[in-house]
């Protein structure tokens, strides 16, 4: 069974320092790996994703993850935190060999920049 | 505007009362997903549909139904509530099934209270 693991349910960073929220995995065969962001009251929404090719993924908003198979890590980062990052944050992982059904969640960090 | 819509967004029930909860989307998707997100645990997945008329659990689905009919349309059905389905609700939908390393776009939430 595949699993993601979001080491840290709370991260803190100061606006302007860089700030990592970290993603293991265990899948069978290549992952497709996302990161998901949920504003307060809001749904999901796509923030970036691997699938194959360059091991360094930019998305929206300035973040970026890197996908690392010997680690099977996929952490999130983003060089100089806003306040407006504060938001819960989500992993997640699939795979080709994967059922149909088999997206897979982790538990979500909230992430929250200080000013 | 290519968006996924739930209703109701707020719902407080009493145990047994059946309840409904919508879900449409716009972008022609084939895959749709309903999720329940609880503290700590993250999303799990309740059912999915990979096209009109085929549906399949997920890794939660007791207590829940779900139908097909059209391809814009993905109701939730809890026939008789229990309290520990009092949880947000997301409705998901993307091109075709996860394991291609489709994005995922959800809805903005259900929230229910079932007492």
């Known amino acids: 069974a595949q699993s993601v693991a979001q080491p840290e349910d709370q991260v803190n960073v100061a606006e302007g320092n860089p700030l990592t929220v970290k993603c293991t995995y265990s899948?069978?065969?290549?992952?497709?790996l996302f990161w998901y962001v949920q504003y307060p009251n809001r749904g999901l929404q796509f923030l970036l994703k691997?699938?194959?090719?360059?091991?360094l993924v930019k998305g929206s908003y300035g973040f970026e993850a890197e996908f690392n198979k010997s680690q099977t890590s996929f952490h999130l980062k983003k060089p100089s935190a806003l306040v407006s990052d504060s938001a819960l944050y989500f992993c997640?992982?699939?795979?080709?060999?994967?059922?149909?059904?088999?997206?897979?969640f982790g538990s979500g960090t909230q992430l929250t920049v200080l000013p | 505007e290519a968006q996924v819509t739930q209703n109701p967004r707020y719902l407080i029930t009493v145990t047994g009362k059946k309840l409904t909860v919508t879900c449409s989307q716009n972008m022609n998707h084939e895959y749709m997903s309903w999720y329940r997100q609880d503290p700590g645990l993250g999303l799990r997945q309740i059912y999915y549909?990979?096209?009109?008329?085929?549906?399949d659990k997920g890794d939660v689905p007791e207590g829940y139904k779900v139908s097909r009919k059209e391809k814009r349309n993905f109701p939730l059905i809890l026939e008789s509530p229990s309290p520990n389905q009092t949880s947000l609700y997301f409705c998901?939908?993307?091109?075709?099934?996860?394991?291609?390393?489709?994005?995922?776009?959800f809805g903005p939430g259900t929230r229910l209270l079932v007492l």
């Open positions: 691997y699938i194959t090719g360059d091991n």
């Open positions: 899948v069978s065969g290549n992952p497709y």
């Open positions: 998901a939908s993307s091109l075709s099934r996860q394991g291609a390393g489709e994005t995922q776009y």
């Open positions: 997640a992982v699939s795979s080709a060999r994967g059922s149909a059904r088999q997206l897979t």
């Open positions: 549909s990979m096209n009109v008329e085929v549906t």
